[in-house]
């Protein structure tokens, strides 16, 4: 039997509420590919990997040529 809409809510939600509490911050941002890289560059420039282990988590084309992408790091101390 397969899952119905509601399990897949649910299973949803729960993945969300892990990932809430995973300690990371998350950024969203959807540009055109140059200033994509500027973005993900100033990004890495302003919370280097060593410290807060900030990485691309996710990406992908757009029609346009345009970016969508996910910068995450560690929460920072202050």
């Known amino acids: 039997m397969g899952q119905t809409p509601r399990d897949l809510a649910d299973k949803m939600a729960r993945r969300r ?3 809430a509490n995973d300690g990371y911050v ?3 941002f959807r540009e055109p590919r140059e200033r994509a890289r500027q ?3 100033a990004f ?3 919370w280097p990997k060593a410290a807060y282990m900030s990485e691309v988590e996710y990406w992908r084309e757009l029609p346009g040529d345009e970016i969508e ?3 995450r790091r560690l929460r920072s101390a202050d």
């Open 44 to 46: 890495l420039d302003r």
């Open 39 to 41: 973005t993900a560059r």
């Open 69 to 71: 992408f996910t910068m």
């Open 17 to 19: 509420a892990q990932r």
């Open 26 to 28: 998350r950024e969203t």
